[in-house]
């Protein structure tokens, strides 16, 4: 365990945070809530490496979860135990050992065992030992990935003469993933009960390159969005090739007394039941009627496509989020999104063997224009979130989204475990989470000097840390519940802020953060 945190990209440890970490020990990490006990099992093997101090453990785990106590734990072990070449030696060693046997035993996928093989972070004398510790505590599901640099400029998906739909389009991340799709070339049907929205993005569709075609649509209306799909298949001769299903509706939109109760984080017995209905019924029903509607174009594309032989097959997805597996915002948000997710599962049972693939899609904390309003009116709100981050430091925007939907339905390839960047089958599997997508498949933030993108979402960067990565969590809320001493692990550029360690979602099944309050 203690090779974790030595071979993790670092800033030099202050002399009170090493002092601290030679007194933290890893059996801090005996407790039930690490990976179902795969991951506890293997880092066992690890505790030879560090120093016991148990009443430090003890103090420690009464201030942070489990979970981030072991990280911090191994981290700080890890840190103290660097020194000595011959000692780091035969960590390393045993940590190749233990690491073979974990990736050979543990739930890794076989693409997240690649990714951890492949990593940049496993060349040099210390890569065994990196790849046994991840392998070991992650077993439930965490990977790590290269930590080479981003392409810019990486070349962009081609969908030109493929037609797409995405719902919700007039503003926020539906307006993002339609001008990711017209950037790629795709006509792109734009839907959303505001004309002059609607008609703004399919401007912006096609000015980045794609045809954009405005579509106004209440998704909250069975016989409109019956008839917005009857337009399209009369222009497209009844075929689609991609639907994106991501129409939702906010209750604090129509609500300021809504919108104050869920600022103040409000439970959900004290908000109006309407705020069920407004979430579930534009967001998870509008989404499985969307895909009633579609389903006869979506097949008949496929069809088209077997009859010439070709490998591509049309995509359905939905936008879901984090708050699918760990609580955000209301309890209605959260049941919404698992369910989403739970559609597109049971959707790819169905249309997968008929030639259609199916997937939720993760963005993270997505600068739209309702969280940047919200964190100039209420910034405690998505402190929240952040671990009283600047958003603008650990959001993406709309179009990164976009872009990594363009690239799923590009390559059918990508929407697989095996290979992909979709999450392994199971209860939290057909999942994409953008910015590791991202990363993954080198895809930038932003935009080229003078493009659409640039103009509404800044200058090309780097896609900011998944949610899930220490690269968010780190100088976040795992930060503000560690003792003083060990924060300057988790400050950026410490070993407890590395954006290349994903931890499994079975952690962020465990609950929210802790507030930066609660520190």
Known sequence: MAAFAALLPSAPASAAAAAAAGAVTTSGLRGPSL?????????????????????????????????SLALAAGAAAGAAAAVGRARRQRQSRLALRQGSAACEAS??????????????????????????????????????????????????????????????????IGKGIAIGLGEAGATVFVT???????????????????????????????????????????????RLDILVNNAFKDPSAR?????????EGA???????????????????????????????????????????????PFLCMTSSFGAVSYLFTTAYGVGKAASDRLARDLQVELSPQGVDCLSVWPGLVLTEKIEE??????????????????????????LTGRVIAKLAEDPGLRQPKGGVVTPEGLTGRVCIVAEAAKDLRLKDGGAAGSVGEALYGPLRAPAPSIRS????????????????????ASPGGPLANDSVRLPLEFMAQGPPPSPSSS
């Open 35 to 67: 990976a179902g006990g795969h991951g506890l099992r293997r880092a066992a093997a690890f505790e030879d490496l560090s120093t016991s101090a148990g009443a430090a453990a003890d103090a420690a785990r009464s201030r942070i979860s489990t979970a």
């Open 192 to 238: 959303g009960r505001n004309k002059v929205k609607v008609a703004e993005t399919a401007q912006l569709v096609t000015q980045a390159g794609g045809e954009g075609v405005a579509l106004p649509c209440d998704h909250g209306d069975d016989k409109q969005v019956a008839a917005a799909f009857e337009e399209v298949s009369r222009r497209t001769n009844g």
């Open 107 to 172: 739930t890794l996928g076989e693409p997240e065992q690649g990714l951890l093989q492949r990593s940049a972070l496993l060349r040099g004398g210390g890569g065994g030992a990196l790849a046994g510790a991840l392998a070991g505590v992650f077993a439930g599901g965490g990977s790590a990935v290269a930590a080479g640099d981003i392409v810019a400029g990486a070349v962009l998906p081609d969908l030109k003469g493929r037609f797409a739909v995405v719902t919700g389009a007039s503003r926020g």
């Open 255 to 263: 609500s300021p007394e809504v919108d104050k109760q869920l600022t």
């Open 470 to 489: 220490l690269g968010f969590l780190g100088p976040g809320p795992l930060r503000a519940a560690l003792p003083d001493a060990l924060k300057p692990l």
């Open 267 to 313: 439970k959900f017995f004290e908000m109006p039941l309407s705020v069920w209905d407004d979430m579930h019924s534009v967001g998870l029903r509008s989404h499985y009627v969307a895909s009633y509607y579609a389903a006869p174009m979506l097949l008949a594309s496929a069809r088209l496509e077997a009859a010439k032989a070709s490998p591509w097959r």
């Open 374 to 399: 919200l964190y100039k009116t209420n910034p405690s709100r998505i402190d929240r979130i952040t671990g009283g981050q600047d958003p603008k430091q650990v959001g993406e925007s709309p179009l």
